[in-house]
T-cell receptor, first 117, second 116 residues
Framework: GAVVSQHPSWVICKSGTSVKIECRSLDFQATTMFWYRQFPKQSLMLMATSNEGSKATYEQGVEKDKFLINHASLTLSTLTVTSAHPEDSSFYIC?????????????FGPGTRLTVT | AQSVTQLDSHVSVSEGTPVLLRCNYSSSYSPSLFWYVQHPNKGLQLLLKYTSAATLVKGINGFEAEFKKSETSFHLTKPSAHMSDAAEYFCVVSDRTNFGNEKLTFGTGTRLTIIP
């Protein structure tokens, strides 16, 4: 149980275009999902918290107009990188939160590798 | 504020020998602590978690970690390394006093290499 999927697993796009990444909780409902960014050989940095039915909460330094998040249902959150530039190339990982044993636990997707040319 | 320090960026051990990955944390009175493993180009898999029950936590694949409040440590160990253990390991802290609004703070990771 507690499986999270991401689509696509990798994408290459041209500079100036927009890319949408989907994050789905396959066997549970998640009112809260998270989006992380991971640069090569570095740790995960939280970008934003996605709440179903409300606006996402962005971490300091993350441009909300560039990284659009939509959490339209209890099993789906999307991250759209708008007007992508080469510096947006990264590994994007989502997680979905579920209450387990009295605490919240995050289940991670396999990640999406974005390359902007 | 919470933070995590992974003391070694890279650890190499021979197959069959013990593994020790070190982690120190800084948090509020009630932290939750996790170890995640990430294989190349893969997502993160939870190895184990500490949430205030037993201080010695057993996880998957033979890993375990001990929560030591006096030392603010949560080191990850395994008695005998396998080749399949080669991966990146992240120590993670979450503030349980902020229930419902917990955020995970990741350490910088430790790359584990297994020597045949």
């Amino acid at each position: 149980g507690a499986v999270v999927s991401q689509h696509p697993s990798w994408v290459i796009c041209k500079s100036g275009t927009s890319v949408k990444i989907e994050c789905r909780s396959l066997d549970f409902q998640a009112t809260t999902m998270f989006w992380y960014r991971q640069f090569p050989k570095q740790s995960l940095m939280l970008m934003a918290t996605s709440n179903e039915g409300s606006k996402a909460t962005y971490e300091q330094g993350v441009e909300k107009d560039k990284f659009l998040i939509n959490h339209a249902s209890l099993t789906l959150s999307t991250l759209t990188v708008t007007s992508a530039h080469p510096e947006d190339s990264s590994f994007y990982i989502c997680s979905a939160r579920q209450l387990a044993g009295g605490t919240y636990e995050q289940y991670f997707g396999p990640g999406t590798r974005l390359t902007v040319t | 504020a919470q933070s995590v320090t992974q003391l070694d960026s890279h650890v190499s051990v021979s197959e069959g020998t013990p593994v020790l990955l070190r982690c120190n944390y800084s948090s509020s009175y009630s932290p939750s602590l996790f170890w995640y493993v990430q294989h190349p180009n893969k997502g993160l898999q939870l190895l184990l978690k500490y949430t205030s029950a037993a201080t010695l936590v057993k996880g998957i694949n033979g890993f375990e970690a001990e929560f030591k409040k006096s030392e603010t440590s949560f080191h990850l160990t395994k008695p005998s390394a396998h080749m399949s253990d080669a991966a990146e390991y992240f120590c993670v802290v979450s503030d349980r006093t902020n229930f419902g609004n917990e955020k995970l703070t990741f350490g910088t990771g430790t790359r584990l290499t297994i020597i045949p």
